[in-house]
């Protein structure tokens, strides 16, 4: 398993995480039916809102998992940020990032995700909108298109809920 590094913003991308003051909140009803939404048409047992912390990922809505958050250095999301655009990981038992990952290895038996990261002012990306199947797969040019306007729905939400803060 390959540890993800640490952005080149990752001082001004954390403080901006916790200016919205997002982490460890309630649910919200539009963020859910974001996740619910795709992962009924990506046909996918897990979708997440993962929102990435200095030494966690958690998840301000999820579909398929019972956990809230996992550790940072193990995240597949955490990976995800370090990318402009999606990253697209269709077996990860074939990557040598993640082959060896516990994710992987147990449960929750990741095998496909498809991670698009939400990216606000100066580039700053605080987590993603991540798709996780159990089987490899891999998404066409469509689906990729679809999966980022979610991606842009979910970044437009988070940022709308703060009053104030310019992102």
Same mark, same amino acid.
């Given at each position: ?8 913003n ?47 990922q ?12 996992t ?24 990557? #040598? @990032?993640?082959? $060896? ?9 990741? !095998?496909?995700? /498809?991670?698009?990261? &939400? +990216? ?15 089987? #490899? @797969?891999?998404? $066409? ?9 979610? !991606?842009?729905? /979910?970044?437009?939400e &988070? +940022?709308s809920?703060q ?5």
């Open positions: 398993m390959i540890k993800p590094h640490l952005p080149h990752e001082q001004d991308r954390l403080a901006l995480l916790h200016e919205l003051l997002l982490l460890d909140t309630p649910p919200e009803e539009r963020i859910d039916k974001i996740v619910e939404f795709a992962s009924a048409e990506f046909g996918v047992p897990i979708c997440l809102v993962s929102l990435v912390d200095y030494d966690r958690w998840f301000k809505a999820r579909v398929g998992i019972d956990a809230c958050q550790p940072r250095d193990i995240s597949f999301c955490a990976h995800a940020i370090l990318q402009p655009d999606l990253l697209l990981v269709q077996d990860a038992l074939l990557d #040598p @990032r993640f082959h $060896d990952n516990p994710l992987v290895t147990g449960e929750p038996h990741i !095998r496909f995700y /498809a991670g698009a990261p &939400l +990216t606000c002012k100066d580039g700053l990306a605080l987590g993603t909108l991540c798709l996780i199947d159990t089987r #490899p @797969r891999t998404l $066409d040019e469509v689906e990729q298109a679809i999966l980022k306007s979610l !991606r842009d729905l /979910a970044v437009l &988070l +940022t809920m009053d104030g803060v310019n992102v």
